[in-house]
């Protein structure tokens, strides 16, 4: 982290941790670790990255994480940057970030003592189940004595084909509730692992819930003030974190063309001379610099208090979206080369399409967005209605 401000709130702790995760996370690595050429990490892998020390970096050491924080998240996530695929990242955070907060802020201790010493020591891979196949098509928990009958499908689900514990949106009750299912309960199928442009380095898929009975005690998470503050918490520090991974796209990127057009001629003078280039260069290091002001804004809200769900919708959509048009236009500054698959930009196009989606599309950011200047907005009007 190359930022002043975190970087000074780095420890040795932080800086230690860096050295190794670079060390560590390299395309080399990716490809040892993959099940097929191109294909998602083995399953394997993640007891590997529990002995290492990746796993748990951010959750508090009373739970039995390293108590890095999110700062450590960072550290991680920018080693991670170095293998070329966004795809371990992404499944990272959901297995760190989103299951590990899922239990470390659990109600009942029994929850967080059964599961995640499993998470942490690479055992049992987490996924987080949120998109229904549509808004007609609810996944419902329905109670049955002491257990509830889950049933619905899920599309997109990152670690969904290998991950043995799933994190379920569902209606219980009428209100929005997490279930915790284990993945070898009857009822409980893999129905299609998707065949993805980018992030492929981890699995994507539809999993069905199929009259799943599920112990009445597995629900992390419930309808409620509560809920929604710990809903948003987890689900900012996913966005959060997918900014910072596009951030770090756009930030290789910006080395990579500035490079490569300084030194490809076109017309007697390099291609960052012409001055439609060289105005769209200036863009992208504008954006670069904006993205990072976001970014520790975004880290100083998470970390310090402060509203965060609107202002870091905003920060992934922004993030993201410069990302995607310098890897655009960078792919045109190739010329031939940025239509090739090795092509440097192209491969971090097809990153950032999968980044697009993860943790919320571009739209629901910035509807997320749009309510909240609209909410404000009433709140202003009531505001001077009252001095009036």
């Not at 998109?131 to 996944?139: F, I, L, N």
């Not at 280039?277 to 200036?282: E, F, I, K, V, Y």
Request: proline content about 4%; aromatic content about 6%.
């Amino acid at each position: 982290m190359s930022n002043s401000i975190l970087s000074a709130r780095m420890t040795d702790a932080h800086r230690e941790l860096g050295e190794r995760a670079r060390a560590y996370f390299t395309p080399r690595w990716l490809e040892q670790w993959r099940a097929a050429p191109g294909g998602p990490l083995r399953k394997d892998v993640w007891p590997e990255l529990a002995e290492r020390g990746f796993l748990g970096v951010s959750l508090p050491r009373e739970h039995g994480g390293q108590g890095l924080g999110l700062l450590g998240a960072l550290v991680v996530g920018e080693a991670l940057a170095q293998v070329g695929d966004s795809g371990v990242a992404l499944g990272m955070h959901v297995h760190n970030e989103v299951a590990g907060e899922w239990l470390t802020s659990a109600a009942d201790p029994t929850l967080r003592e059964r599961y995640l010493p499993k998470l942490l020591s690479g055992e049992l891979l987490a996924c987080q189940c949120d998109t229904d196949p549509s808004a007609q098509e609810p996944t419902t928990a329905v109670r049955d004595g002491d257990r509830l009958i889950l049933r619905g499908q899920k599309k997109f689900v990152v670690n969904g084909a290998q991950a043995d514990l799933c994190f379920v949106s569902a209606r219980l009750d009428g209100q929005p509730a997490v279930v915790v299912v284990e993945k070898d309960a009857p009822g409980v199928r893999v129905t299609h692992a998707y065949d993805k442009l980018g992030t492929r380095s981890i699995d994507s898929a539809l999993l069905e819930f199929d009259d799943v009975e599920v112990p009445a005690d597995r629900v992390v998470a419930r309808s409620g003030v509560s809920q929604l503050m710990r809903w948003n918490r987890v689900m900012s520090r996913m966005r959060f974190l997918i900014a910072v991974d596009a951030w770090l796209i756009h930030r290789m990127l910006l080395t990579h063309i500035v490079d490569y057009s300084t030194n490809r001629e076109l017309g007697g003078r390099a291609l960052s001379a012409w001055p439609i280039n060289a105005h769209a260069l200036a863009r992208a290091r504008a954006d670069q610099e904006l993205m990072e002001a976001g970014i520790t804004d975004g880290y100083l809200r998470l970390t310090e208090g402060g509203s965060t769900v609107p202002e870091i919708a905003e920060l992934k959509w922004f993030c993201v979206e410069r990302a995607t048009e310098l890897a655009s236009l960078s792919t045109d500054l190739e010329g031939g080369a940025g239509y090739m698959w090795d092509s440097v930009a192209l491969r971090a196009h097809a990153q950032l399409r999968g980044l697009r989606m993860s943790g919320g599309s571009q739209t629901t950011m910035l509807t997320i967005a749009n309510h909240s200047m609209a909410c404000r907005a009433e709140l202003g009007d009531q505001d001077r209605a009252g001095v009036a």
